[in-house]
C-alpha cells in the first residue's frame, strides 16, 4: 500500500513541457538584436542544446519550408542559436501559414527534425535538443522496441478514442506512412492535423509521439504526451494504456526510475494482463532498486507470456533480494544449458553476482555457527537495543506515536537534502589501529577542506563530497592501506528515514531519553535488502559485498531534528571478512551568514571495523562551515572560504596496500 501511495503523489505532479526551453530561447534571441517586422517577414530562430541544456555550437540546421522559397543551411553560433529571415511580396496562403522543416545534425549526435509554424508578427524561438550518439543499453527498452511493441496497438481508432469520424481517413493515411511505408516525416503531417484538430483523442496523439520520436523529433514528442497525460490528470475518464506506457519509458530514459515506476504502474491499470506492461514496469522498479516488487512484477510477465529478457531482469532482482538460489534457478532457465561465461556482459554479470551472494550466505553461516559456538550474539537494535545501561531513559510502552514520529523527522531529513546549500568545511581525521585488547597501535591525523554539493539533476535526494588539500585540488583521504581505512559519507547517513526510503526499514519506538539536555525520541531501525534503494558496499580484492545498516537514532522531540545516530551491519559480509562495522554520529545545529534557515551536520563521527582479524578506527571532527562558490559541476579549485581555516598536519608512514570502506548508505548513480 505505501508504494501506491507514492506512486500516485508522483501522478499529481505536471508532466515537463518545453515552455520553460522556448521562453529561455526566445529571450536569448531578443537580446541578439532581431528584429520583428511587416508580414510578409518571417524569421525562423532558434537554439540547438543537449539534453542538459549546454548549447551545441557549429550544428548545421537545413530549413525546408512550405511556401517554395529555397532551402537554406545555417550554422548555431557558440551559444546554439540560429536564425535566418524570408521576405515575401505576396501573402499567399502558405505565406501566410508559413511553416519550416528543421534538420538538425552534428557529428557525435543523432539527427533531430522539428517542424515549426512561422508566427506572422513575432519571433518564436525553436528550441532543438540534439542527443548524442551513445551504445544501446542493454538495460533500457529500445526505442526500436517501444515502436514495435506499442505502435501496431494504435492502427485502429474510432469514435470510442476521440477520434473524428471525418478524420479517420487522415488518421489511416498516417498510420500507413508510418508503420507500413516508412515514410516518418510524411507520417508526422497527417498525424499532426489529427492531433490538432482531436485533441481528446490521446491515443491519437500517442501514435502522433511515438512517429516524432522515430524521426527525432524529441522535443515535440515529449509536449505531446505530456500535455496527454496533463489531460489524463484533469480526467480520468481519458486513460488509456499507450499514453500512460510511453510517457513511463521516457521518464525511464531520463533517469527518473521513481516517476518511470509511479506511471508505468498506472498503466498496468489499464492493461492488468499484458506481458509488456507488467516486463517494462518491472524492469523500471529493477532501476529503482525496488528488488522484490520488481521480481513480482516480472513473474506476472512471464505468466503472461514475457519473453527470455523478462526471465533475465527476474534472475538479477532476486540475487539482489536475498535468494540467491532462486535467483539461479531462474537464470538456469534462461540459460537452457549455455555457458554462462560465454554469454555477453550483462548476463556474465548477474551470473558473477549470484555466485557471489551464494559465498557470501555459505560464508555467513559458517561464521555465524562459530560466533554462536563461542556464545556471541549478533547485534539487534531492533529485538534487542543496548538500552539496560541508557541513562534517564524511558521504555516505549506501545507504538502509537511511531507513525507521527517518523513523519516528522521525514520532513525534517527532506527540507535538509532539498535546501542544502554547497558547503566546505575543515575536517580533521584521527586514524587508529587498535589491538584486540583496545589498544592504541599506530595512528595518524589528516587535515582536509571538506565540500559537499548537491547537484542541479539527481532523481532523489543525496548530495555529493569531496576532499580537497591545502591548494584546493581534490585527493582522495590519504593514508589508505591495511594498517588504516577510508571512511566518508556522514551526511547522508540520515537518508534511511527520508520519506523517499522509509519503506525499505523496519522501524521501532524504543523510548524517551533525556540526551545533553535535551527529551529525545529513541529509534530503532533495519534495513530490508529486498526493499531498500539505499546500501553501501565493501571491498577487499575483486570481492566486493553489498553491505547494509540498522541503527538508533535520537530525535529531538520538540523541532525532530537527528541530534545522534549509531549505525551497525544488519548483517556481516563474511565473503570479504567484514565482521562489524560501527558508526556513531553527532549533529550539531550549524548556521551561515546570509541563510535564513539553519542546517544539522555532522560535528563528530567514529567509525570503529572489525576487518579480516583488524580493529581500526577512525575519529571525524568538522567546524568552520560555510557557504562555498564552488557547484557539483566544477572541479575543485581553491574554495575561496576555504583559506581561512586551511592547515595540513603531516601524517606517520603507512604500509602500501590498500583497502577501501563507505560506512554510510549513498544514493547510487542513476
Known sequence: MKVSVCHLALLAGLCFLPSTAIAQVMDEIRNSGLYYGAQQLKVVAGKVSTPSGDPVPRARVEVLNNAGAPPRALQTDNRGIFQTDFQFVTNSDEVHHFNVTLTVTKKGFEVAHRISDISPAKVVGIAVTLRPIKPADPSQLSLADLIQDVAPRLRQLGPGDGLAAKDEKEYSRGVQEFLDRHHTEDAVLHLEKVARANPKCLRCRATLALAELNWGDWDDARREIGESVNAYLADRKMGNFETLFVHGILSGWDGDTERATAYLTEAVKFAPSDALAFQELGRAQCLDLEWLAASESLKKALDAGAGPDARLMRAEALSWAGTPNDAESELNLYLKGRDPKNMPPRVRSIWANIQAKKKDEVAFVAVSAKAKARGQEPVDYLHHPPTKDFKDFVPATDQAQLPNILDAVGKT??????????????????????????????????????????????????????????????????????????????????????????????????GLQKLNGRNTFLIAYAQEPGKTRIYGSFQQGKNISVTYSQGMAWIDSENYQIVRLTTDLLRPASLVRLEKETTEIDFNEVHFKKQPRSFWLPNSVMVTLDWNGRVLRNRHAYSDFLVSNVDSSQKIGKPKDAEKTAEEIEPLSVPSAKTSLSPAPTLPKP
Open 413 to 510: 531529513v527532506s527540507d535538509l537534502f532539498a535546501n542544502l546549500p554547497n558547503i566546505c568545511s575543515l575536517e580533521d581525521v584521527h586514524q587508529e589501529r587498535l589491538s584486540r585488547t583496545g589498544k592504541i597501535a599506530s595512528a595518524q591525523d589528516y587535515r582536509y577542506r571538506y565540500l559537499l554539493t548537491t547537484p542541479d539533476q539527481r532523481w532523489g535526494p543525496g548530495i555529493d563530497e569531496f576532499r580537497a588539500d591545502l591548494r584546493g585540488k581534490e585527493t582522495s583521504q590519504l593514508g589508505s592501506s591495511d594498517t588504516y581505512m577510508l571512511t566518508s559519507g556522514f551526511v547522508s547517513a540520515p537518508l534511511v528515514f527520508h520519506p523517499a526510503y522509509q519503506s525499505g526499514s523496519t522501524f521501532r519506538l524504543l
